[in-house]
């Protein structure tokens, strides 16, 4: 998980993380739990974030993107 990867998509889009938490259907609390890693994002979650903030993948946020 890059936080700060999440962090800079959602500020590009001006997705607050209130917003983002209402769209997940989960608390603040939960959310900042997820991004630092003491607990995960489900897969919906992660589908829901990608559609949301328009990425083109999750690669680079939830996934390392993998170099040959």
Known sequence: ?????????MAEKK?????MCEKLGISRSAFYRKCNGISEFTQSEIQTIVDYLEL????GIFFEEKVS
């Open 1 to 9: 998980m890059n936080k700060n990867k999440l962090m800079y998509e």
């Open 15 to 19: 997705v607050t993380i209130m917003e």
């Open 56 to 59: 083109s993948s999750p690669m």
